[in-house]
């Protein structure tokens, strides 16, 4: 690692290893993941080269949220250049949750639960640039694993469980919240502690002096809002109404924040083993509202 005109660069090669781009753990010769924090050392050896210093974002959100889903679909829009948005994916790796999801959800099936151990997290490394007409380029990088919902409860609950979620949040330059719209209309309090103590835990990393807002962008966004139409009406009226801890923490230490309503199933069944009973979800279609919007937001206020 070396810096040049004020900025730091990753560097890696045959003799002394590679830095880590997440925790800057130096690791040795051959190397595959870092020995810190469990990330690919492909991340680093991706941006050697590059004109600019990588600009992470990162997403966040409890178990079952739809954390997995709302990636995958995220990153097949960006590489189907929505919007104005173009995304390279650097290095095959990078493709495999976007895969993993696309072909899950033809089928209709949901992709497998991501699995607690961190060594087998699908990371995703996009260099994605927005074109404007009228406007400059704009380029953000979308690194970011597949977290297990139950890593990140772990590591709110006990920070440095999980070491390579703090060191994501440090070096992110904006974040993604995914809240379960569905449980908190139906009067469930778990959606809004858990996003609560997130928020607590980002701020708390932040470390700032006190009555200064963290200022890095953050989209808060309620997943299966297909469950409750109204929320796409008026987001922020509903995590108001909804999700009221979360909103007041969110008022009270973030300078720039935004509710987004988002919802990736069309129509959804429901299958039973009849061994043993067990009912299965079976996602009918898929329908995509809101994947974009929060990535776009983050992007535009970088």
């Given at each position: 690692m070396w810096r040049s005109g004020g900025q730091t660069t990753y560097e890696s090669d045959a003799e002394s290893g590679t830095t880590c781009l997440i925790c800057d753990t130096?690791?040795?010769?051959?190397?595959?993941?870092?020995?810190?924090?469990?990330?690919p050392l492909s991340l680093t050896l991706s941006t050697i080269g590059a004109e600019r210093p990588p600009r992470l974002v990162t997403v966040l959100g409890d178990s079952n949220?739809?954390?997995?889903?709302?990636?995958?679909?995220?990153?097949?829009?960006?590489?189907?250049?929505?919007r104005g948005f173009e995304a390279i994916p650097k290095g095959t790796s990078s493709v495999n949750l976007q895969q993993i999801v696309i072909s899950h959800m033809a089928?209709?099936?949901?992709?497998?639960?991501?699995?607690?151990?961190?060594?087998?997290?699908?990371?995703?490394?996009?260099?994605?640039?927005?074109?404007?007409?009228?406007?400059k380029e704009k380029w953000v990088d979308l690194i970011t694993p597949d977290l297990a919902g139950e890593a990140i409860a772990a590591e709110v609950a006990s920070p440095s469980t999980f070491g390579v979620i703090q060191k994501l949040l440090n070096k992110s330059a904006?974040?993604?919240?995914?809240?379960?719209?569905?449980?908190?209309?139906?009067?469930?309090s778990q959606p809004d502690f858990f996003a609560l103590k997130l928020m607590s835990y980002v701020d708390s990393m932040a470390s700032q002096k006190r009555g200064k807002k963290i200022d890095k962008p953050v989209?808060?966004?309620?997943?299966?809002?297909?469950?409750?139409?109204?929320?796409?009406?008026?987001?922020?009226?509903?995590?108001?109404?909804?999700?009221?801890?979360l909103w007041n923490?969110?008022?009270?230490?973030?300078?720039?924040?935004?509710?987004?309503?988002?919802?990736v199933v069309g129509s959804i069944g429901y299958a039973v083993n009849e061994s043993d009973g067990m009912v299965t979800p079976v996602p009918l279609h898929t329908a995509l509202h809101g994947v974009l919007e929060p990535f776009e937001w983050i992007v535009d206020k970088l």
């Open positions: 130096h690791n040795g010769t051959g190397a595959v993941l870092c020995s810190q924090c469990a990330a949220v739809g954390k997995t889903v709302y990636l995958g679909f995220l990153l097949d829009m960006l590489t189907q250049r929505a089928w209709r099936m949901f992709p497998p639960k991501t699995p607690m151990e961190s060594d087998q997290w699908n990371w995703a490394y996009y260099e994605v640039c927005q074109k404007l007409a009228g406007r904006g974040l993604l919240l995914l809240v379960d719209a569905a449980l908190a209309a139906n009067g469930s989209a808060l966004v309620l997943t299966k809002a297909d469950y409750v139409p109204e929320c796409f009406d008026n987001p922020r009226r509903f995590a108001q109404a909804n999700l009221n801890r923490i969110c008022e009270s230490r973030l300078a720039n924040f935004e509710f987004f309503a988002s919802s």
